[in-house]
């Protein structure tokens, strides 16, 4: 722990006086300070001007990074017959109809992402206390109920990553490995914060998007300049 304090010390001390940057230098502080013994993941965080517990005012949503998030994303898909076919062939790692619902109400949750198709949601909804709060239930919103399962596999192994806002407004996602080329990461920023930005609900009053940060897996935040952030 004492060499992890270090690290992040050392860490913070080079985000010294570092607020309201660039994309670009973010992206290149937190890459370059990032010194733990694995591969850390790019976090981004916003704090938006949102009330979720409103209806109008939800921030919901999913993007494809266009260099993907760099984990391997596990997919629970409940289907049958010849759609449980399509999803196998195309990569869901779980597969499965009242058999799945009974696993998962057992605590089985090895996945990151659950699909469905439409004529499962009557199975899918009596697991709505354990998939709602782990943000896993599926949605047609984003893409997760639906008959073209062979693209929403593919989608979620490929690099999607859906989004919402919690308690207080924020949102928060991974979106991609310190290891990435610079310019891989910050297009990937780009990329989610155009999304976000376009997610603005009609609820929304005055600023929308309060405060942007970046940080890696064990390493400390640097907020991005907003304006210059959604212009580009």
Same mark, same amino acid.
């Given at each position: 722990?004492?060499?992890?304090?270090?690290?992040?010390?050392?860490?913070?001390?080079?985000?010294?006086?570092?607020?309201?940057?660039?994309?670009?230098?973010?992206?290149?502080?937190?890459?370059?300070?990032?010194?733990?013994?694995?591969?850390?993941?790019?976090?981004?965080?916003?704090?938006?001007?949102?009330?979720?517990?409103?209806?109008?005012?939800?921030?919901?949503?999913?993007?494809?990074?266009?260099?993907?998030?760099?984990?391997?994303?596990?997919? !629970? %898909?409940? $289907?049958?017959?010849?759609?449980?076919?399509?999803? /196998? *062939?195309?990569? @869901?790692?779980? #597969?499965? =109809?009242?058999?799945?619902?009974?696993?998962?109400?057992?605590?089985?949750?090895?996945?990151?992402?659950?699909?469905?198709?439409?004529?499962?949601?009557?199975?899918?909804?009596?697991?709505?206390?354990?998939?709602?709060?782990?943000?896993?239930?599926?949605?047609?919103?984003?893409?997760?109920?639906?008959?073209?399962?062979?693209? !929403? %596999?593919? $989608?979620?192994?490929?690099?999607?990553?859906?989004? /919402? *806002?919690?308690? @207080?407004?924020? #949102?928060? =996602?991974?979106?991609?490995?310190?290891?990435?080329?610079?310019?891989?990461?910050?297009?990937?920023?780009?990329?989610?914060?155009?999304?976000?930005?376009?997610?603005?609900?009609?609820?929304?009053?005055?600023?929308?998007?309060?405060?942007?940060?970046?940080?890696?897996?064990?390493?400390?935040?640097?907020?991005?300049?907003?304006?210059?952030?959604? $212009?580009?």
């Amino acid at each position: 722990m004492a060499n992890v304090g270090k690290r992040f010390a050392a860490a913070k001390a080079a985000f010294e006086g570092k607020l309201e940057v660039s994309v670009e230098e973010a992206v290149a502080l937190v890459k370059n300070n990032a010194k733990a013994k694995f591969d850390e993941t790019l976090d981004i965080v916003f704090a938006l001007g949102v009330d979720p517990r409103h209806a109008d005012q939800m921030v919901r949503g999913v993007v494809a990074l266009p260099n993907g998030t760099g984990k391997n994303v596990r997919v !629970a %898909v409940f $289907a049958r017959d010849a759609k449980a076919d399509e999803a /196998k *062939a195309a990569g @869901a790692d779980i #597969v499965g =109809a009242e058999d799945l619902m009974e696993s998962i109400q057992q605590g089985n949750l090895d996945f990151d992402r659950c699909i469905a198709t439409p004529d499962m949601m009557p199975i899918v909804g009596r697991l709505g206390k354990i998939l709602g709060p782990r943000n896993l239930m599926p949605n047609p919103r984003v893409g997760t109920v639906t008959m073209d399962i062979k693209a !929403a %596999v593919e $989608a979620a192994k490929g690099g999607e990553v859906q989004f /919402k *806002a919690e308690k @207080a407004g924020v #949102v928060h =996602a991974g979106i991609g490995k310190v290891s990435f080329d610079e310019a891989k990461l910050v297009e990937n920023v780009k990329t989610i914060i155009n999304a976000v930005n376009k997610a603005r609900p009609s609820g929304a009053k005055g600023t929308y998007i309060k405060k942007i940060a970046l940080s890696s897996t064990m390493g400390p935040g640097v907020t991005l300049d907003i304006a210059s952030a959604i $212009a580009e």
